[in-house]
Each structure stands twice: as C-alpha cells, then as structure tokens.
C-alpha cells in the first residue's frame, strides 16, 4: 500500500505495476456524481466520459449512504483504477461492503472498453484481493459473473478462482480462500 503527501487524509491507495488503486472517500463519491470536474482535480486524472460504467451509476448513491453512516467502511466498497502512465480512471474494483461477523467479501470489477483485453482487470483484481486478505477476518472472496461473460470467467479463472455452483439467477458463483489462493 502507498500513499503520497498530495492524498486527501482519507485517501487509501494500492499500486500494482501498472495501476493505482484508489479507495473512494465520501467526499470523492460525491465529486463522481455532482462535480467531475472537481474529483479530476481531487485525484490529478483524467476521468473519461463512459466512466463509470452503468452498473456503477447504480451503486454509487449506495455507497455514498453506506460511507457517510460508517465512514469505517472505506476500502469495502468502491475503488477507483488509475492507469498510472496515463492518469486517466479506466474502471473500478471493490466489495458489495462487509458485514459484521462474516469472514466473506463479494467482488466486482469493471474496465471501460479502451483498456479491456490488456489484463488491467485482473492485475486490479488480484491487487485488491492481495489487500483483503491482509485485513483481519477475511477468509474467503466470492464473485458472480453471467455464463455468457467470458471475459469476466476469464479474469475469475487468473485470480485463481473456482467455480461454486449457479445462483438462483443463473449466474455462475466463484470462491477463493485465503488457503486456496495463488500468487
């Protein structure tokens, strides 16, 4: 984990070799949706027009009541991913947050279309996982994905996921322990 003096005091960031990852504070998830132009400047990156995706639109008022009732919660949800050479925003990485008591976080991830096919995802991914099973507590990451999403089965199958069954949905559902999982 890294952090630089330009981070507001809030800031959780995480490097990897080719990206940053960034911990969306309250004040920035409020930017992303009021303001862009000032979390562009909060962040010194450039934040694209398809960013973020749709099925982060959805969850960002979530995540802004989740943080601003337990700003503990930072790092369990919404992460920002920074193409470091480039210091543009090209997807987003996290949890669906944490319950008390559960020793399990669901991830998600997503790239905006200029960036996919480059391995940006699953280097997000994995960056993340290694961050959370850092945390006291966390014994297993789970994930869901469409049978028809290759790309995502994919990155799964990189982070050194198994598949666990189907839900009730009909999405396929992914498991790794702390135990099971590869560097």
Not at 54 to 66: A, C, D, K, S, W
Not at 127 to 132: E, M, N, Y
Request: hydrophobic share 40%.
């Amino acid at each position: 984990m890294t952090t630089t003096e330009n981070d507001p005091p809030d800031a959780l960031t995480l490097s990897s070799p080719r990206l940053i990852l960034i911990a969306c504070s309250l004040s920035l998830a409020r930017s992303i949706v009021l303001d862009r132009a000032r979390a562009e400047a909060q962040l010194g990156v450039t934040i694209p027009e398809d960013w973020p995706l749709p099925g982060l639109r959805g969850f960002v008022p979530f995540y802004i009541q989740m943080l601003a009732g337990d700003p503990s919660m930072l790092g369990w949800g919404m992460w920002l991913v920074v193409h470091a050479a480039d210091r543009v925003v090209i997807g987003d990485v996290g949890f669906k947050g944490r319950t008390e008591g559960s020793d399990t976080v669901d991830i998600g991830y997503s790239i905006i279309p200029a960036y996919r096919n480059q391995g940006y995802a699953s280097e997000a991914a994995r960056t993340l996982i290694d961050w959370v099973f850092a945390q006291p507590g966390i014994e297993r990451v789970i994930a869901t994905c469409l049978p028809s999403n290759t790309p995502s089965i994919r990155v799964l199958e990189k982070l050194g996921m198994r598949r666990a069954g189907t839900t009730e949905s009909g999405m396929l559902a992914w498991s790794l322990s702390r135990s099971e999982r590869r560097r």
